[in-house]
T-cell receptor, first 114, second 110 residues
């Protein structure tokens, strides 16, 4: 158990809908990272937050957005969903926000868009 | 174009065999990490290599970082069924977020 929690574990929704994925980092970790894992693209970095502020952006679509709240939990919002958005979504956390340091991954949310 | 290429993509071997998986790039990384991911779980860090030419050992696993810091390898000696999983390499460039390869799926049968 990494100490990172993600909810829900599974999510099935229809095209065009909007969903919110939630992540609680390890106690004391200030930085949260979001990743998307699909069979064809592998694990892709989406976005990073550090202590409530956006720190780095990766291959995140404009239909996707995220935020980190004062209690440090984070939410990833996916809107106007398409079939191709079906994937595993992971969040990870670490204390410092530096990519060099170990990131602790949650168990993931499996999103299926039908 | 994938920045980090891992090979082979799939590997199926018998218990006791040795194996090597590779992680290659045309880019230089300030450091490189190896993760293992099991079905239904998130990746777990195995090792971080920082210096060109560095070799690190973790029990039966040996990790090497290329001299030019563009490639890395993972060698497993006497593989066991418990080694089964997806092995991912991830590079760090100038402090930016991790860039992952697509991984090598290893299956070790007894």
């Amino acid at each position: 158990d990494s100490g990172v929690t993600q909810t829900p574990k599974h999510l099935i929704t229809a095209t065009g809908q909007r969903v919110t994925l939630r992540c609680s980092p390890r106690s004391g970790d200030l930085s949260v990272y979001w990743y998307q894992q699909s069979l064809d693209q592998g694990l892709q970095f989406l976005i990073q937050y550090y202590n409530g502020e956006e720190r780095a952006k990766g291959n995140i679509l404009e239909r996707f957005s995220a935020q980190q709240f004062p209690d440090l939990h984070s939410e990833l919002n996916l809107s106007s969903l398409e079939l191709g958005d079906s994937a595993l979504y992971f969040c990870a956390s670490n204390p410092s926000g530096g990519a060099f340091y170990e990131q602790y991954f949650g168990p993931g949310t499996r999103l299926t868009v039908t | 174009t994938q920045l980090l290429e891992q090979s082979p993509q799939f590997l199926s071997i018998q218990e006791g065999e040795n194996l090597t998986v590779y992680c290659n790039s045309s880019s230089v990384f300030s450091s490189l990490q190896w993760y293992r991911q099991e079905p239904g779980e998130g990746p777990v860090l195995l090792v971080t290599v920082v210096t060109g030419g560095e070799v690190k050992k973790l029990k039966r696993l040996t990790f090497q970082f290329g001299d030019a810091r563009k490639d890395s390898s993972l060698h497993i000696t006497a593989a066991q069924p418990g080694d089964t999983g997806l092995y991912l390499c991830a590079g760090v460039q100038a402090g930016t977020a991790l860039i992952f390869g697509k991984g090598t799926t290893l299956s070790v049968s007894s």
